[in-house]
């Protein structure tokens, strides 16, 4: 009996310690992530809250308007098709994001604007980042469209899911600094983001211990069961 209970703990630290190495490995590779985005990019967001149709913004030689046309509600949220211009060029597609015409900052929530600098390059682009998705939508099904333009109007597209974000380290950094997504987003994982990442690992440490001492206990409760043979009187 003892021996399988030792197997059973055994078999079960093995696997603890196997989910707390891979979340350990996850952790760091999450925070090695941000200082490698950080170290090779720098940014500096642009408030949206003056942003609205007929009136623009300027930050050094990019004058930022916009231009929207309303569609239909989704469960009584405002969307409207909106092109985002840089001295008045369209720098991005027509996309449907919710608005809130009673706000002071119209466009919370589904576009965001950041200024990102390249610091191997020195080049700085403009950062546009609309989400796609309405607000109820879970994290798993959300999705967003980012522009980087430039002061001509020139632009990349690219387009990132909760399941393709992976790819792009850059990416998720924007939707997260611009406040565009429901949740804050990891780049490989969630892992820290969820819940307090340093007590997550603690838990199966404090296990192991414990498991430690049953084992010590055990072994030294353990005693070899003698055989004896019977011996046949002549």
Do not use: H
């Amino acid at each position: 009996m003892r021996r399988k209970l030792l197997f059973i703990f055994a078999v079960l630290t093995c696997l603890l310690l196997y989910v707390a190495i891979m979340s350990v490995y996850s952790i760091v590779q999450e925070y090695q992530l941000d200082v490698e985005v950080n170290e090779a990019y720098d940014f500096e967001q642009v408030s949206t809250r003056e942003l609205s149709p007929g009136n623009s913004i300027t930050f050094g030689d990019f004058d930022i308007t916009i231009s929207e046309q309303a569609v239909e509600s989704f469960n009584e949220e405002a969307r409207a098709e909106v092109i985002v211009k840089v001295n008045g060029i369209n720098a991005t597609n027509p996309a449907v994001i919710a608005i809130d015409p009673d706000s002071d900052n119209r466009y919370a929530g589904s576009l965001g604007l950041i200024f990102v600098q390249n610091n191997e390059t020195g080049v700085t682009r403009l950062a546009i980042a609309k989400r796609l998705t309405p607000n109820v939508t879970d994290i798993e099904d959300q999705e967003w469209k980012l522009y980087y333009a430039n002061r001509f109007g020139q632009s990349r597209e690219e387009t990132i899911t909760f399941d393709t974000r992976m790819t792009s380290s850059l990416g998720v950094k924007i939707i997260n600094d611009s406040n565009i997504s429901p949740e804050s987003l990891g780049y490989q994982s969630n892992i820290v983001q969820g819940y307090q990442p340093l007590f997550w690992p603690l838990w199966i440490v404090f296990y192991l211990a414990f498991a430690a001492v049953i084992f010590v206990i055990m072994r030294k409760s353990y005693k070899p069961v003698e055989k004896t043979e019977e011996k046949n009187d002549e």
